[in-house]
Structure formats: C-alpha cells, structure tokens
C-alpha cells in the first residue's frame, strides 16, 4: 500500500484565515481525499505558526498575551477548517511543549557540533518577513519582496547554511521531483548560484521574548523559522522517544510532501533542506509551490493590503462544495488565478448547475417518469452507450494519474468531458421523446446516463464531498469505493432512485 504524507505550511495567527490560505489548505484536502479514495494511507498536517515578532506585536496591540492571541486565533482555523469541509489530521500548534523540546534539542546537537555559532551582526530586517537581509539584498531600499525593513547591529547565533550548499544544489539536480513544479526549481537553482549566507537562527529576547528559547543561551529566542519549519518533522515523531516507528514510516519511508505557497518557496527549499542535511535527518520528498489568488487588480490578494476575501462568505453565496470546486478547476495548481464573483458563479453554473446538475435531474426525473422511480434493466442494445461505458471506465485512470501528478484541475477537465458527453448522449437520444414509443430503448439510455452519475458521484467525491455524498443517496447509495469504478452497472436494477430538489440550483449574481 502506498503512502500519502502531506502538509500545508502552518499559519500565523495574526490574523483569521482568508481565500489564500483556504486555498493551499483546500487543494490539500482535496489531494489528500483523493489519496484515500485510492486506497493510499495518508496523513494530512496543518496548523499554526505561532511564535515570533508578528504575533507579539498584534498581541501588545490587543493587549492580550501572545498565547491568548494564538488561542483565539487558533480557533478561528480550526472552525474555518470545519466549516470548508477540511479532513486533516494533524493540527499543529507550534507552542506544543513536545514541539519546543525538540527544537531545543535540535539546536543544542547542532551548536555541540559546531554547526552554530555566534557573531556580531549587522543587517536589515523585515518584520513582516520575519527574515533578516544584507544591504545587497535590498532593492530600492525594501526586501526583495518590497516590505519595509529596518537597520539592526547585534550579537546573534548561526546556522552554518553555506556549508551545505553544494550538497542541496546535487540533491536538487538528482532528484528532478524534488521541488515542483519546475518553474520554482529553476528559480531555487538560480538563487543557489549565488553563495548562500548562514542563517541568523536567534533574536535577542530584549526585542522578541515570544519564542522557543535557546538552550545554550538564555538570553535569545529561536527564529521562527527555524522553529516552525520543525513542525513537518516533529508532528510525525522527530526525536520523541515512542515515536521512532511513526518517524520512520511518516518522514523516512512515505517522505512529506509540502504544498506552499510560491512566497515561501525559499525558507522551504533552501534553509529547511540544509537544516535537515545538518541534522542527519532525511530530506522531504517533494516541495510543491502553489500561486497565488488574485484580486481584481490581478494583485496577490494579501492581509497587508486588506483586500482579502473571506472564504466563509463566499460559502453562503455557492456552498462549500461550489468554492471548493471553483478552487480546483480554475487554479492551475503551481499558477495565479485571478478571483471574482463573477468567475465563481460562472463556473458553479456552467460546470454544475447546467452540466452535472442537468444530467441529474433529466435522468432522475425521467427513470421517475417512465419507470416509477425504480432503476430500470438494460433494453436493447446501443452503441452510444457502448461507447459512453468505454470513456467511463477511462476515466478513473485519467483521474489517479492527474492527481498523481499534483494537477487537480486535469482532473476535473476529465470528469467534465464525460459530462460533455454523457449530456450529448442523452440530446442525441432524446429519452423523454422515445419513452413514448420505445421503452427499453429509453432504459438503456437512462442506465448508462445512471452509471455516469455513479461514476461521477466517486470521481468527484474528494472535491465536493456534501453534495457528492447527496447524489449516491438520489442514486440509491451504491458502493463508495474507488474499486467500484473498475466495474460498469454498479447500480442494481429495482433501486429506487429520487429526483429531489435541483442538487445545484442556477444561481444569480447579487446586484
Ligand atoms: O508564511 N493566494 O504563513 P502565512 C494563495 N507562517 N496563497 C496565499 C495567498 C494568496 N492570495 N496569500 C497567502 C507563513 N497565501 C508561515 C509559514 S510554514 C512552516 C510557515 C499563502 O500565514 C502563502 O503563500 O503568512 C503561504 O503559503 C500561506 O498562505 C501561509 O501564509
């Protein structure tokens, strides 16, 4: 059996979640289920970045504790994730105690062997990076990302990361499904042709005391980064005594695959890979860098410029099932995509009020109509549906091998066609006009657009799971499985199948 170990990043509870981080989290879920429908053991992780200078400061400004910050906060994740439908399995919070122990002791080998040390230091800082830059990184006087930064002169400890450069460019270069999608590859190797600096790994606790604190030093707080990187590994058992099985067969055997948004492909891609070359540790198996959603000036849609779009609200408008779909489909996972209402119900309605809602309701009320609601036997033979069986059983494979390839959105172009074509059957056919002379000609019709809906009601299941799970009850709850899909005629002749409201009715754009 396979195994499925993903993660998304963890998330700084400065703020409640927005589009952006329910899309990285979404696509997550919905990779995960897919995982699972194949019968992979998988194992999601996300949860919540909670140290560092962003949460004291949004903390001091509430005047509230940084823990109370992050227990509100925390909880406006988690109930977020509930309310998007999100099956992870760990939440990870990084102010967990077995967490800081074993940051603590993952410093303390390093600075033992040498791998850490201390040196004055003068740079520029960004806060709201939380990353510290040389005057040669600054452009026009910001981070290379254009945030503010400040001058800062300090004694501070590092990681000895420059070491360790040689050694990731030839992991990188061997092993070509490292870091994906190639784009972002070549960016890493581009940026790992100039020479890397060591990573400032403390932050003096007269600035920042909201931290994991050294254990060699009393007085400094470890970078959030270092600490939060961490979490991938110590969520599935890093240095825990017990937990060197669930290690091994989690990080050392299945290998984590992190999905990240393309921001923060560096911390990832550089300073987290060297960090677990120093520790021995193995590397992940895959970095994946998603785009980004965009606003309506085709801008990355951020809290820092207060555009953000809350995902719950978008909920009420098309459902949980419809957002999620949208998400999907439209995002090219590793490209931008630009977010609007208008694309949103333009593709609910096109994609699943008009093609898979249709096909339902036509199907369901005329199997209804003319069978009394029971499912019919196959009558006579007919090469359409002959060939609509053929491009289904086609299907699950196209599915397994997009998901595969982490391309979700090929996955939904392949259901959608044998939508396209299952509707152009039933057009062809015209049921509701040959039920008046041939009836088992119109049940042949009508099973193989049945067995559609029942391959679709499984196909689609990971991504809209409330409203596929409602479709398999109209269909008279077949098998749920994805061996189910290997077989035409899954559904039982006498079945009683229901018509029931529209499952996505067509909707209207608020004025
Ligand atoms: O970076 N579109 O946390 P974070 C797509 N704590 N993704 C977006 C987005 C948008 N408009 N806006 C934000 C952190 N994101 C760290 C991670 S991991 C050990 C630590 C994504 O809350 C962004 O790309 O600032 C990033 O991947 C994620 O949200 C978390 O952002």
Redesign the pocket.
């Known amino acids: 059996m396979s195994r499925f170990y993903l993660t998304?990043?963890?998330?700084?509870v400065?703020d409640k979640p927005?589009?952006?981080?329910a899309?990285?989290t979404i696509v997550a879920d919905v990779l995960s289920r897919y995982h699972r429908l194949f019968g992979d053991e998988t194992l999601l992780l996300t949860g919540a970045?909670e140290h560092g200078q962003k949460i004291q400061e949004t903390a001091a400004k509430r005047g509230i504790t940084p823990l109370e910050q992050c227990d509100e906060v925390v909880e406006l994740f988690k109930s977020a994730w509930k309310e998007l439908n999100i099956q992870y399995d760990i939440f990870f919070r990084t102010t967990a105690d077995f967490h800081k122990q074993v940051v603590q002791k993952c410093l303390q080998e390093l600075f033992e062997r040498g791998e850490i040390y201390s040196s004055e230091y003068e740079g520029w800082y960004s806060v709201s990076e939380e990353i510290f830059y040389m005057e040669k990184d600054l452009v026009e006087g910001k981070s290379p990302t254009g945030r503010d930064v400040v001058k800062i002169r300090e004694k501070n400890y590092f990681f000895k990361m420059s070491k360790y450069q040689q050694a990731l460019i030839d992991h990188i270069e061997k092993h070509p499904d490292f870091i994906w999608p190639e784009s972002r590859r070549n960016e890493v190797l581009g940026f790992l042709r100039q020479p890397l600096n060591d990573l400032c790994i403390s932050r003096p606790k007269a600035r920042l005391s909201w931290g994991v604190e050294l254990p060699f030093d009393k007085d400094y707080v470890t970078y959030?980064?270092f600490d939060?990187?961490l979490?991938?590994a110590t969520g599935v058992g890093l240095k825990q005594p017990g937990r060197e099985d669930e290690f091994k067969k989690w990080w050392s055997d299945a290998g984590a695959i992190h999905l990240?948004?393309?921001?923060?492909i560096t911390?990832?891609a550089v300073y987290?890979p060297t960090m677990l070359l120093a520790l021995n540790i193995p590397l992940p198996k895959r970095i994946f860098a998603?785009?980004?959603?965009?606003?309506k000036e085709m801008e990355?849609?951020?809290?820092s410029k207060g555009d953000?779009v809350n995902p719950l609200d978008m909920k009420d408008y098309v459902g949980v099932d419809g957002l999620r779909y949208f998400l999907i489909r439209d995002v090219h996972l590793g490209n931008?995509a630009p977010f609007s209402l208008d694309l949103l119900f333009n593709r609910v309605n096109n994609d699943l009020a008009n093609n898979l809602g249709n096909l339902a309701s036509r199907t369901l009320n005329l199997v209804e109509k003319f069978f009394s609601g029971a499912i019919p036997e196959v009558g006579s033979p007919d090469s359409g549906a002959d060939h609509i069986r053929e491009h289904a059983l086609m299907t699950p494979q196209k599915v397994q091998s997009a998901i595969e390839k982490m391309a979700p959105s090929q996955a939904l172009e392949a259901i959608v066609e044998l939508l396209n074509e299952a509707n152009k059957y039933l057009e062809e056919r015209a049921p509701w006009k040959l039920a008046k002379t041939d009836l088992p000609a119109t049940a042949t019709v009508l099973r193989a657009a049945l067995e559609v809906l029942r391959f679709v009601s499984i196909l689609l299941h990971p991504v809209m799971p409330t409203k596929m799970k409602e479709l398999q009850v109209r269909l008279g709850s077949p098998e749920m499985s994805w061996k189910a899909l290997s077989q035409w005629e899954g559904l039982k002749t006498g079945t009683l199948v229901k018509k029931g409201e529209p499952l996505f009715p067509r909707l209207e754009l608020p004025k």
């Open positions: 998304t990043p963890l998330y700084y400065n927005h589009l952006g981080t899309y990285c970045d959030v980064w939060a990187l979490n991938y990240i948004g393309k921001d923060i911390t990832h987290w998603h785009g980004w959603i965009l606003n990355k849609m951020s809290k953000v931008d």
